[in-house]
């Protein structure tokens, strides 16, 4: 290849959201021509009516079913493929499920010799109904290579037939803002921080559970940063504990300021539990909170060990005490909450943007070198090589390896077992 600049066109549904432009900006300064397509709105915290200005040029284009993540669809096929033909580019960078309606109509409208690149952040290996199996054959035929956020989901790609190229590539955080605090262990009073969305399953009542364990020894308080249904009971949790007054509930937040709530706090807790149908899939929190200096504490589950990284510390899934009991000791221990605190900051390094988007241009060029590649069937040998390859995928919180996408297969199981064989079959 030329010395000249990639040109890589960006498909992403999130876009809209500056905080999620932090990887565009980092490719950009790695060396990339940058091209962002985005929905014209896309209703989520964060999203902006009007675009900030960036470093690249970000092309606004109107979705069918907006908020919906994997069924959502570009509403002007023919405006789509202008921009593709404008920006006539090296290399197309999809930043959605293989499945999905997106990366179906996306790549439909592509030239037959552009390369492209996929994303994948499912770490449940899921049954899916049709035509989103299909889709996925489809996409794994057409794709030069995938970049997961994780190696839960790189093994369940793998073991789905996907035989390209596979690069994990964590999420990343922006260095300048999630920067260390001078937060120290002897502060007046001990802060303790959760944030995201506010569902039962992300934990709040084990945070404020673990929040009266350390009132037991000494001065502190929560700060609860999001929205959603769990939001409403934090005034009888902390009843309950024994803990109102203590726990502050703030709206969600930008990328700034929740910085600014982590570098204030003594440690960020994410006790996230699995579901029937969702486990964590990255953890945000555990990274910004370790670049910011906050120890981190929550539960070995999901992808969180592998992010941690070593810097934090993490109590089987499920055991409230056992974790309340180890904020409170990080409470009362500052030689142990140093440690941990300067082993978190430690693995924060190589999640910064900079270096994530350094190795993505690599994996670009790499894709364009490699061109489509044709997949395996999948299988039981399939899943047991991507099991060699990349570890095991996530298991639900009810013990299921291959759990049905839809609600209503999950419940009926002989519905969902006749569309499992009919899929089966349409892969032979």
């Given amino acids: 290849m030329d010395e000249r600049r990639l040109r890589v066109l960006r498909i992403y549904h999130a876009g809209r959201d500056r905080s999620h432009r932090a990887r565009e900006r980092a490719l950009v ?26 470093p690249f040029e970000v092309v606004s284009l109107s979705v069918s079913r907006g908020g919906d993540v994997n069924r959502h669809r570009y509403a002007d096929p023919a ?4 921009v593709i033909r404008r920006v006539a580019p090296d290399l197309v960078d999809l930043h959605e499920e293989p499945f999905s309606a997106a990366t179906h109509q996306v790549l439909a409208a592509l030239p037959a010799g552009t390369p492209a690149v996929g994303y994948t952040a499912q770490n449940l290996d899921k049954r899916y109904p049709p035509p989103f199996t299909s889709w996925e054959r489809q996409a794994f035929r057409r794709l030069s290579a995938i970049a997961p956020c994780s190696r839960q989901a790189a093994s369940v790609i793998r073991g789905r037939g996907f035989a390209g190229l596979i690069e994990v590539l964590p999420l990343g955080h922006d260095a300048a803002v999630f920067a260390p605090g001078e937060q120290r262990h002897s502060d007046d009073v001990f802060q303790v921080a959760l944030a995201g969305r506010l569902v039962p399953e992300k934990g709040v ?13 000494r001065k502190a308080r929560l700060v609860v940063v999001g929205s959603g249904p769990e939001a409403a009971r934090i005034p009888e949790l902390a009843s309950q504990w024994g803990v109102t007054g203590h726990v502050e509930l703030l709206p969600w937040a930008d990328e700034a300021e ?14 996230s539990q699995a579901t ?15 670049a910011c200096g906050a120890a981190v504490a929550g539960y070995a589950r999901g992808t969180i060990p592998a992010v941690a990284a ?13 974790l309340a009991r180890a904020v409170a000791r990080l409470g009362q221990d500052p030689v142990e909450w140093e440690a941990l605190r300067s082993r978190g900051m430690a693995a924060a390094q190589d999640k910064q943007w900079d270096v994530v988007a ?14 489509p590649l044709p997949p395996t069937r999948a299988g039981s040998a399939s899943r047991a090589a ?8 996530a298991v639900t919180g009810d013990g299921q390896q291959r759990p049905f996408a839809v609600p209503v297969l999950r419940d009926q199981p002989r519905v969902g077992r006749a569309i499992g064989a009919l899929a089966d079959l349409t892969r032979r």
């Fill in 29 to 54: 300064a790695a060396g990339v021509d940058v091209v962002l397509v985005v929905p014209s709105s896309w209703p989520e915290s964060g999203s902006e009516s009007t675009l900030s200005d960036e």
């Fill in 358 to 371: 350094a190795r993505q241009a690599e994996l670009y060029a790499r894709a364009v070198v490699a061109g």
């Fill in 310 to 322: 070593g810097g934090a510390w993490l109590a089987a899934e499920g055991d409230r005490v056992g």
């Fill in 258 to 271: 929740l910085a600014g709530i982590y570098r204030a706090s003594h440690v960020v807790v994410v006790p």
């Fill in 79 to 82: 405006a789509l493929a202008a």
């Fill in 386 to 393: 991507a099991r060699q390859e990349f570890g095991a995928p």
């Fill in 276 to 290: 029937s149908r969702w486990v964590e899939q990255f953890g945000r929190g555990v990274v910004e909170g370790q």
């Fill in 205 to 217: 009542a084990d945070a404020v559970e673990a929040l009266a364990e350390v009132r037991r020894h």
